[in-house]
């Protein structure tokens, strides 16, 4: 048997996809016991008989008719006839004491021994229809036959030539009375079942039957028709009522067409037992999984699992779907090549006229390629915002924290020469150690900020070579040791005699703007520790940068290093910074192949570790 044909077997064969069928049909279906026990009832009967589907499965048969006795007379009726199938009238009661008269259609279903086992029928609510027929009895007239009837069609006839059709039927068909009055009643049958209409007229047929009648604008229009003899002024008519069951006909041909329709559906569609285990699977389930049918048959989805999904993401879906409801959520899968792909994936119990879960559905849509546009339009965004942080910050410095400097040095210079004869050489000398001092910080920030142009341009020749770790610190301290004098601060080193593979220059740079950084937030006569430790096993060296001074709000933290929200403070001093250092650090440890962090707690102070390798792979 072809995989098409397990796929409509299964589908065609599954009883709840039947009762979900039934369930929406809008006449009454029903299966009993012999004895009266209802077995099943769609929300349609349960609805006439203005009870709940719950409070109708309490219920027995007899407990439905106004007279118990109609009950058993109609059992024994089916029970001495020999055709399997019987429509009656019959007379029952709604829960609210309302008694209405409807059509049994029974099938008497039967073992192989010939017993009797259940009764399947539908019933159909014929109280008004009972009532208009008892009206025409007493009048007797026909025409009132036609006025009180208006949701079927209905038409009169006498051996085949209409005599009167009511509204309905004008409507219904588009033919007016004055035109069908006289016609044979076969002219207006599709020619597919004229010769069932002519056995049904030769005969004299009374009962349900469908046909397909022909409309005045040539559409075709199905059927169910009930024809019945009637005596008007002592005259024999048959006169035929039918309604419109387009919509009962569309219902059948999607249970027929349903299998093709799973099949041909772009999206997986997998059916797992209570145990889990995959009951079937549809042609997209193979073609995105790369398993086949017999493959995936009685294996567990976990096939497919990858360890992205947590065991939380695995309980939240079990207790969703255990409780009747219906999980949705994305999973990174696993093909059976081994590849990964993304699924939007719906996941519903199956529940029966019961209210019993008995199988589990899953639909689910291969949505990788979304998932790649979505994390490159994510990257996309980053990328913008980096870009236009970076384009900022290189503004405010040239604008504020370069211009300033450059400014003062120029007033200086102007001063100095306006007074130069009037000053003694003392003042002069000081007006000199200012200069240089403006000079060699306004040198030292136009040289990071050049150094993080070119790396920001791709444009930085970064060459790792062997260098004394304990060197580069000394050259450091060396050029920060006249701001820690200003401020009586010690620069205590305990740093290895170690080399390692970095690029000298910019490790000297992250060195000396820790070093700043420390000098510029510690308090007057404190300390500055510069310490290193080795990790052999691992191949790193980790240098730290220690003070007691201010220290971080815990809330700014995690700003240091991004330069979308990179933040400059006084230092105890009033020292004025860029926020640069720190996110130019970062980059520089980064190209190293190193990481840097931060430990701090506000008014103890501040420890800087940058870790870099030993021995860098990339000499």
């Given at each position: 048997m072809t995989n098409e044909s397990k796929n409509i077997n299964y589908l065609q064969g599954d009883e709840n996809i039947i009762r979900a069928i039934t369930d929406q049909l809008p006449i009454g279906v029903y299966r009993t016991s012999i004895g009266g026990k209802i077995i099943y009832a769609n929300p349609a009967l349960a609805h006439m008989l203005e009870y709940t589907l719950e409070e109708f499965y309490q219920l027995s048969v007899y407990d439905l008719f106004a007279n118990r006795d109609d009950r058993e007379e109609e059992v024994q009726s089916l029970m001495t006839h020999t055709e399997i199938s019987k429509s009656k009238e019959i007379l029952l009661k709604t829960k609210n004491g309302k008694e209405i008269f409807v059509k049994d259609s029974v099938n008497v279903i039967k073992d192989h021994h010939g017993k009797m086992l259940y009764f399947d029928g539908t019933l159909e609510d014929i109280t008004e229809r009972k009532k208009a027929s008892e009206a025409l009895k007493e009048s007797e007239a026909r025409y009132k036959i036609l006025t009180d009837i208006t949701i079927e069609g209905i038409i009169m006839h006498k051996d085949g030539i209409i005599v009167d059709a009511n509204p309905s039927a004008q409507n219904m068909t588009g033919y007016s009375s004055e035109y069908a009055v006289g016609r044979n009643l076969l002219e207006f049958i599709h020619p597919d079942y004229a010769e069932f209409a002519k056995s049904i007229l030769n005969t004299g047929f009374t009962g349900t039957f469908e046909t397909v009648l022909i409309c005045s604008d040539g559409s075709s229009l199905d059927v169910e028709a009930e024809a019945k003899d009637v005596f008007v002024d002592k005259y024999e008519y048959k006169v035929v009522a039918f309604r419109d069951i387009t919509k009962k006909k569309k219902i059948e041909s999607e249970i027929l067409t349903l299998s093709t329709a799973v099949k041909q559906s772009?999206?997986?569609?997998?059916?797992?037992?209570?145990?889990?285990?995959?009951?079937?699977?549809?042609?997209?389930?193979?073609?995105?999984?790369?398993?086949?049918?017999?493959?995936?048959?009685?294996?567990?989805?976990?096939?497919?699992?990858?360890?992205?999904?947590?065991?939380?993401?695995?309980?939240?879906?079990?207790?969703?779907?255990?409780?009747?409801?219906?999980?949705?959520?994305?999973?990174?899968?696993?093909?059976?090549?081994?590849?990964?792909?993304?699924?939007?994936?719906?996941?519903?119990?199956?529940?029966?006229?019961?209210?019993?879960?008995?199988?589990?559905?899953?639909?689910?849509?291969?949505?990788?390629?979304?998932?790649?546009?979505?994390?490159?339009?994510?990257?996309?965004?980053?990328?913008?915002?980096?870009?236009?942080a970076t384009k900022n910050m290189f503004f405010s410095i040239i604008a504020h924290d370069l211009k300033g400097p450059i400014g003062n040095f120029i007033q200086l210079l102007n001063l100095l020469k306006e007074s130069f004869n009037d000053i003694s050489y003392d003042e002069k000398i000081d007006y000199l150690n200012i200069l240089t001092g403006l000079s060699q910080k306004t040198n030292n920030l136009l040289g990071d900020l050049l150094l993080w142009a070119r790396i920001q341009m791709n444009t930085l020749e970064f060459n790792i070579e062997k260098v004394n770790i304990k060197t580069i610190v000394k050259n450091s301290v060396s050029i920060v040791e006249e701001k820690a004098k200003e401020k009586n601060i010690e620069i205590i080193l305990e740093v290895e005699d170690l080399y390692i593979d970095v690029n000298e220059n910019s490790i000297k740079t992250v060195i000396r703007n820790l070093l700043s950084n420390s000098i510029k937030f510690s308090h007057k006569n404190s300390k500055v520790e510069v310490f290193t430790q080795i990790k052999v096993q691992d191949n790193l060296v980790q240098i730290f940068v220690k003070d007691n001074g201010v220290g971080i709000p815990k809330e700014d933290i995690d700003k240091l290093f991004k330069i979308e929200t990179s933040f400059s403070t006084y230092g105890t001093n009033k020292e004025k910074g860029t926020g640069l250092g720190l996110i130019l650090c970062k980059e520089l440890v980064h190209k190293n192949n190193g990481s840097i962090q931060v430990e701090s707690k506000e008014g103890v102070g501040s420890t800087f570790c940058v870790t870099l390798p030993i021995k860098n792979s990339s000499v």
């Amino acid at each position: 048997m072809t995989n098409e044909s397990k796929n409509i077997n299964y589908l065609q064969g599954d009883e709840n996809i039947i009762r979900a069928i039934t369930d929406q049909l809008p006449i009454g279906v029903y299966r009993t016991s012999i004895g009266g026990k209802i077995i099943y009832a769609n929300p349609a009967l349960a609805h006439m008989l203005e009870y709940t589907l719950e409070e109708f499965y309490q219920l027995s048969v007899y407990d439905l008719f106004a007279n118990r006795d109609d009950r058993e007379e109609e059992v024994q009726s089916l029970m001495t006839h020999t055709e399997i199938s019987k429509s009656k009238e019959i007379l029952l009661k709604t829960k609210n004491g309302k008694e209405i008269f409807v059509k049994d259609s029974v099938n008497v279903i039967k073992d192989h021994h010939g017993k009797m086992l259940y009764f399947d029928g539908t019933l159909e609510d014929i109280t008004e229809r009972k009532k208009a027929s008892e009206a025409l009895k007493e009048s007797e007239a026909r025409y009132k036959i036609l006025t009180d009837i208006t949701i079927e069609g209905i038409i009169m006839h006498k051996d085949g030539i209409i005599v009167d059709a009511n509204p309905s039927a004008q409507n219904m068909t588009g033919y007016s009375s004055e035109y069908a009055v006289g016609r044979n009643l076969l002219e207006f049958i599709h020619p597919d079942y004229a010769e069932f209409a002519k056995s049904i007229l030769n005969t004299g047929f009374t009962g349900t039957f469908e046909t397909v009648l022909i409309c005045s604008d040539g559409s075709s229009l199905d059927v169910e028709a009930e024809a019945k003899d009637v005596f008007v002024d002592k005259y024999e008519y048959k006169v035929v009522a039918f309604r419109d069951i387009t919509k009962k006909k569309k219902i059948e041909s999607e249970i027929l067409t349903l299998s093709t329709a799973v099949k041909q559906s772009p999206t997986s569609i997998v059916i797992t037992g209570l145990d889990g285990l995959i009951e079937y699977v549809n042609p997209k389930f193979t073609q995105v999984t790369g398993y086949s049918y017999e493959e995936a048959i009685g294996k567990n989805p976990n096939i497919l699992k990858t360890e992205h999904t947590k065991s939380e993401d695995y309980k939240e879906l079990w207790e969703t779907i255990s409780k009747g409801e219906t999980w949705t959520g994305e999973f990174l899968n696993k093909r059976k090549d081994g590849t990964n792909y993304w699924e939007l994936a719906s996941i519903s119990p199956i529940i029966d006229e019961n209210g019993n879960t008995i199988k589990y559905l899953a639909v689910k849509e291969d949505i990788t390629e979304r998932k790649k546009t979505e994390a490159a339009l994510i990257k996309s965004e980053q990328e913008l915002i980096q870009a236009n942080a970076t384009k900022n910050m290189f503004f405010s410095i040239i604008a504020h924290d370069l211009k300033g400097p450059i400014g003062n040095f120029i007033q200086l210079l102007n001063l100095l020469k306006e007074s130069f004869n009037d000053i003694s050489y003392d003042e002069k000398i000081d007006y000199l150690n200012i200069l240089t001092g403006l000079s060699q910080k306004t040198n030292n920030l136009l040289g990071d900020l050049l150094l993080w142009a070119r790396i920001q341009m791709n444009t930085l020749e970064f060459n790792i070579e062997k260098v004394n770790i304990k060197t580069i610190v000394k050259n450091s301290v060396s050029i920060v040791e006249e701001k820690a004098k200003e401020k009586n601060i010690e620069i205590i080193l305990e740093v290895e005699d170690l080399y390692i593979d970095v690029n000298e220059n910019s490790i000297k740079t992250v060195i000396r703007n820790l070093l700043s950084n420390s000098i510029k937030f510690s308090h007057k006569n404190s300390k500055v520790e510069v310490f290193t430790q080795i990790k052999v096993q691992d191949n790193l060296v980790q240098i730290f940068v220690k003070d007691n001074g201010v220290g971080i709000p815990k809330e700014d933290i995690d700003k240091l290093f991004k330069i979308e929200t990179s933040f400059s403070t006084y230092g105890t001093n009033k020292e004025k910074g860029t926020g640069l250092g720190l996110i130019l650090c970062k980059e520089l440890v980064h190209k190293n192949n190193g990481s840097i962090q931060v430990e701090s707690k506000e008014g103890v102070g501040s420890t800087f570790c940058v870790t870099l390798p030993i021995k860098n792979s990339s000499v």
